[in-house]
């Protein structure tokens, strides 16, 4: 029988909803809870100067809740509260920290009402949860001081358990503090995941004591060449994180609820270390001096017994100093020519009865796995190594579209990081002012509208979900300021997406949660800026980010890397096509186009992609810029020789403009004789040809 309140809210839900009334805003908390009863009539309940927070005096981790909670308050509204360790048996009002082994994993309740505020949860992660929950709603305003609530009782729990990032520190590395803001502010926000990409072609960061030289050697690198430059290059980038550091970020996230799934590449991605150490692999032609390139490289490591010896070495290094349940593995992107043409693992494969390097690869990962899972641990590897068959308790990170789907489908357990929405390297807007990343536009909205649970999926599969990672992958973004600028607040509609229920999601209701919610970002010292506005087509000048790109193969919004992150241009090219499209617009006495062109290192490995490579051949033996109208097979309207490679890295070029009349689109194509360097356009202005 239902119990009749639940009948009573049952009835009124229905009512409000035959009245077409909306659900009620939810109270000022990112992520949205599941659930807020009002107390209808009850006065607001009043947090003030010196109020207590008591929690039991055996409780280690409730102390340190009521001390960040203390911290929170001080810092963000200056209010004074006292983190006492005393049974609550005390007149007068107080902030309560309590416990109940009935509460679900990561669930709470918060409760405002006449004696103060109460917290209860069952495990850590939920104690901390109510108060990052208690703490957003005493700064939903920009007051000071005592703070009056409204009197409530929340009840909350997450839709799924995994809530992830992915932070790339192989390509940029952060420091151990903003590593710790980011966690922190993911913890605030209920995110309980982040996997640290340590490994990749361009820098190993983990130091294992037996093999010294994937420091020594693998996490440094020389920059890109700019031999047009006139000045010298600037030092070498790279760098590790100690095991000191990492045993203070892991401490600093676990208190946090957050868990760090450590990620160590193979058997691609693995140019550091074959590098350091030639005999576990292949550089596939790959130097010291490509570490500087981005993308899919040849590299990989020699599926032989004493490369799985090295890497259970490496791994089990990794399993002393990371002790949550899942070690990431990899295993996207190998690419196995070398595979091929070594007659030693041709042989290999023979003799381990496999069929192909496909083959070897799968029995590659399920070495790995099964050493992780002799370790009491579980493997999670990208999608990519669903091509074999890894064992059953190997979790996949579905990158690609279809990815999830088919592992939940097949029993498998599955993080969707579905790549572009969930890579928050890629721009957000058509704004300029953008930091450099991926160019495809991902913006909150998208991000809000994501649907975690893949279409078609059996609801039998379901629960084969474990939930959803945004990527900072960080080839481009080189600074914090650019870290965090491509992480918020699109972090936060992730952290809803994958805490609340989906019934109570409301994109307008969270763009208006996250007023209140980037104040309180600021204060944690990150950046929350939301994009700027994207410039009107009919605007003088029109900068890259404004144009179209003519095939959009791989777009990208590059910064010169040898120039400090933020200091230079920012420019939007497809590496894969030098052609740009001017939006339509009136011609009539237009008569020349002025343009800023910048160079950039061509540092790219093309990998799997090579064969999109789209190369427009110059009629100049320097290259030309060549203008169609209309279309890029519409007649040429405008053409001129590219200039040499300047020293500044920045040239003008101008081009007079056949008259035409009418309103028309143009087709800009920069035909270069090499792809290095790569000829980028900043911005393109339409009228008189100015020298
Ligand atoms: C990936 O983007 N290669 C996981």
Redesign the pocket.
Known sequence: MKRPECALAAALALALAAAGVAAAPSPDIIPAPLKADLAPGAAPVRIVQDEPIRFAPADAEAAFVARRLAELARRSRGLRLRPTPARNDRPGPAIVLQRDAALAPEAYRLEIGAGGARITAADDAGLFYGMASLWQLMTADAERGPVALTAQAITDRPRFSWRGLLLDSARHMQSEAEIERLIDWMALHKLNVLQWHLTDDQGWRLPVPAYPRLVSVGAWRAPAPEPWRDRPPPPRYGGYYSEAQIRRIVAFARRRGVTIVPEIESPG?ALPAVLAYPRFGFTGGATAADMSDWG?FPAIFDPSRATLAFLEAVLGRTMDLFPGPFIAIGG??AMKDAWRGSSAVQERIKALGLADDTALQAWFTRQICDFVSAHGRRAIG?D?ILAGAPPPSTAV?A?RSGAALAAASTGRDVVV?T?PTL?FDNRQSLAPGEPPGRGVVVSLRDVYAFQPLPAGIAPAANAHVLGLQG?L?TEEIRSDEELERMALPRAAALAEIAWTAPERLDFDDFTRRLQADAARTRGLGLRADAPGAPLAPTAAVLPSQALGQCSAKLPLNLEDPWLPAGAGPVDLVDILDSCWTVPPRKLDGVRGISLRLDVLPYNFELGPDAWKLVRHPPTMPAGDLTIRLDTCAGPVVASAPLPSAPHDGSAPITAALAPQTGSHALCVILAAPKLNPLWAIRWVSLGPVRS
């Open positions: 991605h899919v996207d992107e990208w990519d990170a990158w990081a790549a890579y990527a992958w």
